[in-house]
Nanobody, 121 residues
Framework: QVQLVESGGGLVRPGVSLRLSCAAS????????MHWFRQAPGSERDVIAT???????NYADSVKVRFTISRDNAKNTVYLQMNSLKPEDTGVYYC???????????????WGQGTQVTVSL
């Protein structure tokens, strides 16, 4: 019904920047809250950033200055701009969204497949 597809991950050196994208497709009316989660190797999956439909944002303390979440509602896409990347930023980044579906209209939570980000010398 609804698919979230992340892109933009990769292997980079410390200090560089990456921009992740998450595009939603399928049968839905509107995307509501959208989130980025990160799961480091051997760790739990933790929320990194959240953005409302109107653009209100919230960040984990570890990324608050360096990362920026944004969205383009016309493109049904959420972004995560990651600057000054550190080795501890390594992990799988997952897009998550609350979606109003079309048939029938219901609020449903969806996960993307995840995209790997590796920060290493």
């Amino acid at each position: 019904q609804v698919q979230l597809v992340e892109s933009g991950g990769g292997l980079v050196r410390p200090g560089v920047s990456l921009r992740l994208s998450c595009a939603a497709s399928g049968n839905f009316v509107i995307l509501n809250l959208m989130h980025w989660f990160r799961q480091a190797p051997g760790s739990e999956r933790d929320v990194i950033a959240t953005i409302s439909h109107s653009g209100t944002t919230n960040y984990a303390d570890s990324v608050k200055v360096r990362f920026t979440i944004s969205r383009d509602n016309a493109k049904n896409t959420v972004y995560l701009q990651m600057n000054s990347l550190k080795p501890e930023d390594t992990g799988v980044y997952y897009c998550n969204a609350d979606v109003w579906t079309t048939s029938p209209p219901r609020l449903v939570n969806y996960w993307g497949q995840g995209t790997q980000v590796t920060v290493s010398l």
